[in-house]
DNA sequence: CAAATCTTCTGTATCGTTACAGATTTGTAT
DNA sequence: ATACAAATCTGTAACGATACAGAAGATTTG
């Protein structure tokens, strides 16, 4: 039982330092670093006793591994990098997107680290990074396009990532997507029910993979419920809110305009809101609109604009899961989601 | 001129490897590592042919330092932990601010982390963690209290960081603050100056420094300007919008109630907006409000609302500068900065 | 011309961890 | 007894970078 303590051996120097490593529990249970080592991975070959012991001590003086060690040794880093679009700042979808995150990797040892880019044109140079420095175990990435070079290269690479939006290039990977063809399809009927027929929508950049969903939703919609889909293609959701009111200003100048608007984000009903009111039409009167709805803004200060949430938290926690479950190797497949359209309060 | 190219030597293997290290380089120069090492670092021990020749092949072969490497050696983590507070997601602060600091990140080899914590009670938890891990660097801390327990520990401990928000303890230390004092106070004025005298100011939470700072500047304008506080204290900028309504309705609905409002955040405008609406005020006319205002939204969607903007992102440019230079050496008494309330758009 | 000095370069040890190949003890089979 | 296997434990080397203490050759000094 009462194996001796080891001494007089080449046993571990003192630990001396300020934080304990596996040097200071093998100092303080007599034992060898790599018994630890062990010991604390639940290695089969190490008795439950000194298991038992070694866990004791590790927890009473507090060890942490520490991280640049393991990562030297191992290459895993511990570490999720999302990956975001300045373009997605002007919606607001960090903060909540991150919080969700953060939720998921709180119960881990991932840290997140935030990489931020500036234009589409350079979507592929933090993920180049990433895979070049081997900066993170995996990736998060957002507005995907159908065919997406960075999900094409981390695929080839065989990288841990999820796509916040789909793709269309033959390839399963995971994702988490909201369902705006469902959103926009709904939309197009509420406005349907309220007997608006010439129907604008106010769309994601082209080259976005969510831009096809919308606007297959909303055309969908148009068919089955027999309205007609004028064209608003001067301004899309990327554009300022001042250039979005600009255009539709114009839209609504030129006559004959629309008498109901699906509107893909929040804030972009805002600046249409503004823009139809500003020539003269009223809400619920003249014409109606539909929107996404992050806040309560919409519905208390235009109620009369119906709203759906798309809940961005619950796709942060949707990412996070999805990447952690894929760099422990779950097939792709089994991780790929949707979430559907929250309706708000009805008028 | 021509150093021999040293061989025969116990010259370092070749890489071999994935990733160019400091052995790669050593081996395509010849050169020892110490010496590839000390060259880009430009020491002064070496010459500056070989200086130019080590960059050159490094440039070539697209060298980057390994961070686990550099880390566990040097205990530089080359990281900065933001660490958020859950709330503020709900204010949509994190979004902006995280693109400022990633703007000033980016020209550098810092990586951001993010780490929040759930409630004001954990908040030392997150500053324990990266004291006692060496996690980061430096650290950015924000929802600063007047005896702000974060801020003696890292003073004591005399670890870099920078708070948004200052505190009220003697200690000097680096911080980025709106001036919230100035925000109220002209806020009260443009209130007095359309004749509205019974005011009240949906504030901040009274632990928070900057609600000393929002009330004084409130009171002092209702001394200079001859008005009167009613008193809001059942909520503040923490509570759900929901309950910030609720507690407006309840106000308006006993009456005698305010012909001022001050709102110290722009979704909560929403929410004082929708409550006195609904007991049958009219913006403008019944009441005047002023806020501030993170978007377009009161603009456009309620013009008659007075708002004034907070530069968020620029806070986070200048929290970012500050931990860095910090983290340089320069002195905390150089490193403390207030930006000013923007005017937007009057009426 | 030997000694001292300067210039430039390099090997060794180390940070904390883990993979790997033993080592030691104990128990089992022959 | 002797060999063999099982159960536990441990030292060494390595990941990539840097601090430190030289080393080798060239140059200056008296």
């Not at 030129?254 to 823009?275: E, F, Q, R």
Request: neutral net charge; charged residues 25%.
């Amino acid at each position: 039982m009462d194996r001796k303590t080891s001494d007089g051996q080449a046993g571990p120097l003192p630990p001396s330092g300020e934080r304990p490593t596996l040097k200071t529990i093998a100092f303080m249970t007599g034992l060898g670093i790599t018994t630890v080592s062990r010991a604390l991975k639940d290695a089969p070959d190490i008795s439950s006793e000194t298991k038992e012991r070694v866990r004791l001590v590790a927890r009473q003086i507090g060890y942490q591994p520490n991280r640049a060690g393991v990562r030297l040794r191992t290459g895993k880093t511990n570490v999720i990098s999302l990956i975001l679009s300045l373009e997605e700042e002007i919606m607001g979808l960090t903060s909540p997107m991150v919080v969700g995150i953060s939720e998921v990797l709180a119960a881990t040892q991932y840290h997140l680290v935030v990489t931020p880019y500036r234009a589409q044109d350079n979507a592929l140079d933090p993920v180049r990074y990433v895979l070049e420095t081997g900066a993170a175990d995996g990736v998060i990435i957002s507005r995907t396009e159908p065919k997406d070079p960075r999900v094409a290269l981390m695929m080839e690479r065989n990288f841990p990532f999820v796509t916040h939006g789909r793709t269309e290039m033959g390839l399963v990977h995971p994702y988490h997507d909201f369902d705006n063809e469902r959103f926009a399809y709904e939309a197009v009927r509420k406005l349907a029910e309220r007997g608006r027929k010439r129907l604008v929508l106010l769309q994601p950049p082209p080259y976005l993979t969510f831009y096809l969903h919308m606007r297959a939703g909303f055309e969908r919609g148009i068919r089955d419920f027999g309205a007609t889909a004028l064209p608003f293609n001067t301004v899309n959701l990327d554009n300022s809110l001042a250039d979005i009111r600009g255009a539709a200003e114009a839209m609504f100048a030129a006559g004959d305009g629309p008498d109901g608007i699906v509107s893909g984000s929040g804030s972009g009903a805002v600046a249409l809101i503004a823009a139809l009111e500003a020539g003269g039409r009223r809400l619920g009167q003249d014409i109606d609109m539909v929107s996404k709805e992050p806040h309560m803004f919409l519905q208390w200060l235009r109620p009369e604009v119906m709203t759906m949430r798309e809940d961005i938290r619950l796709a942060g926690r949707e990412l996070a899961k999805a990447v952690l479950a894929r760099i422990e190797g779950r097939p792709a497949e089994e991780l790929q989601t949707l979430s559907y359209p929250i309706p708000t309060g009805e008028v």
